[in-house]
T-cell receptor
Framework: EPEVTQTPSHQVTQMGQEVILRCVPI?????FYWYRQILGQKVEFLVS????????KSEIFDDQFSVERPDGSNFTLKIRSTKLEDSAMYFC?????????????FGPGTRLLVL | GEDVEQSLFLSVREGDSSVINCTYT??????LYWYKQEPGAGLQLLTY?????DMKQDQRLTVLLNKKDKHLSLRIADTQTGDSAIYFC?????????FGSGTKLNVKP
């Protein structure tokens, strides 16, 4: 069964460094998403992406964050100048289409620890 | 803004039924979802319900929706130790998902 994959599974970085989290969405899906879950807190929407541009983003997704689809298979989340509070589990998701009726399929997550 | 609330813990004995509850505030939600997260794993879609339905059954899972009270529940019949996980309720608003904090289900043998 097709699935969303994410790499790395764990990443440790120093405060102020840049990190890139990678995702490979399901191959025929057109909409891509990033979420984060700070330990013990809710899963929070960050951004959705379609047709090589951001379609929606939350207030969390500020200038520190960027997303890119560098090729036909990868979808990346870049965090510039990481802060301690960026430590969280980051989930990528994809859906075949956008809209309320579409189910989003989630990857296993990347656990980011900023020291 | 949208808010989704769940109780944090539920403990049941193997073979019993589990009922996990969720409340939400967005009356324009069209789809509501239940996801399962096992330790170290991602979010696995269990089931979803369209807002014009009251109930949906899928094998051991029964979803009940009370749209008037904005209350969603997930019933797991004959709960097994393999059902131990965190269960997240979520509702959609356009392309955004709003998740609850998750209910940790502990199934005792």
């Amino acid at each position: 069964e097709p699935e969303v994959t994410q790499t790395p599974s764990h990443q440790v970085t120093q405060m102020g460094q840049e990190v890139i989290l990678r995702c490979v969405p399901i191959s025929n899906h057109l909409y891509f998403y990033w979420y984060r879950q700070i330990l013990g807190q809710k899963v929070e929407f960050l951004v959705s992406f379609y047709n090589n541009e951001i379609s929606e983003k939350s207030e969390i997704f500020d200038d520190q964050f960027s997303v890119e689809r560098p090729d036909g298979s990868n979808f990346t989340l870049k965090i510039r100048s990481t802060k301690l509070e960026d430590s969280a589990m980051y989930f990528c998701a994809s859906s075949e289409w956008g809209g309320l009726q579409e189910t989003q399929y989630f990857g296993p997550g990347t656990r980011l620890l900023v020291l | 803004g949208e808010d989704v609330e769940q109780s944090l813990f539920l403990s049941v004995r193997e073979g019993d039924s589990s009922v996990i509850n969720c409340t939400y505030t967005d009356s324009s939600s069209t789809y509501l979802y239940w996801y399962k997260q096992e330790p170290g794993a991602g979010l696995q879609l269990l089931t979803y319900i369209f807002s014009n339905m009251d109930m949906k059954q899928d094998q051991r899972l029964t979803v009940l929706l009370n749209k008037k009270d904005k209350h969603l529940s997930l019933r797991i019949a004959d709960t097994q130790t393999g059902d131990s996980a965190i269960y997240f309720c979520a509702e959609t608003n356009f392309n955004k998902f709003y998740f609850g904090s998750g209910t940790k289900l502990n199934v005792k043998p």
